[in-house]
């Protein structure tokens, strides 16, 4: 269980949070992959998913990659090692207390879940110590998120133009001027790894 006065420095990164879109099924599995069992933080995903129908992104991902992951159910505990994904139609939030919530309240830029209150809740209950990435996708969810994780001091990595099947979502990020590192895929996991592995660098 990760929390505020949990092991290790108080400026160590303590969980990533995620979000994708269109396109974002191939970069998730692609981000996630190099990443080994005992990947010392947790991860939140959004994905944006159909909500009338059952979500199979939990299974396919835990299939494609050596983490635990699976969808998040309320009260969730943050675990290093262990990626818990939104389900379908339902916001995911970071608890300061390390567990999350799911909430159905009002859609945001039109998507439930929406990524900028994944990321806002996590930088409001982790500040400098959260990683957030934004992945390929249509639309500018997470945009306002990625400005909360910056202004409390976090850390944001954006999928670059060149590997994005769709620019609409990193791009959107980048025009904040609030992004750390504009990454080809193949190089985002990696770069998790490495940041996780020697806590915040900034």
């Given at each position: 269980m990760?929390?505020?006065t949990g092991p290790g420095a108080v400026d160590d990164f303590a969980l990533v949070v995620m979000a994708a879109s269109a396109?974002?099924?191939?970069?998730?599995?692609?981000?996630?992959s190099p990443l080994p069992p005992d990947f010392p933080l947790p991860i939140l995903i959004v994905q944006h998913l159909d909500p009338?129908?059952?979500?199979l992104l939990g299974e396919i991902l835990a299939r494609?990659?050596?983490l635990k992951v699976r969808l998040a159910a309320e009260g969730d505990l943050l675990e290093a090692g262990t990626a818990l994904v939104a389900p379908p139609d339902r916001h995911l939030l970071v608890n300061p207390g390390g567990t999350v919530s799911l909430s159905r309240a009002e859609l945001v830029h039109f998507v439930r879940p929406s990524a900028d209150l994944l990321f806002e809740s996590a930088a409001g209950?982790?500040?400098?110590?959260?990683?957030?990435?934004v992945l390929s996708g249509s639309g500018s969810d997470g945009s306002s998120g990625v400005r909360a994780v910056k202004d409390s001091g976090g850390t944001v990595i954006v999928q670059d133009k060149a590997t994005s099947e769709f620019f609409g979502m990193p791009e959107a990020a980048v025009k904040t001027g609030k992004v750390d590192f504009v990454l080809?895929?193949?190089?985002?996991g990696p770069a998790l790894?490495?940041?996780a592995e020697s806590g915040r660098t900034s």
């Open positions: 990760v929390t505020e396109g974002g099924l191939a970069a998730l599995i692609k981000v996630l009338r129908h059952r979500s494609k990659t050596q209950s982790y500040g400098v110590r959260v990683i957030a990435v080809p895929l193949d190089d985002i790894l490495a940041l």
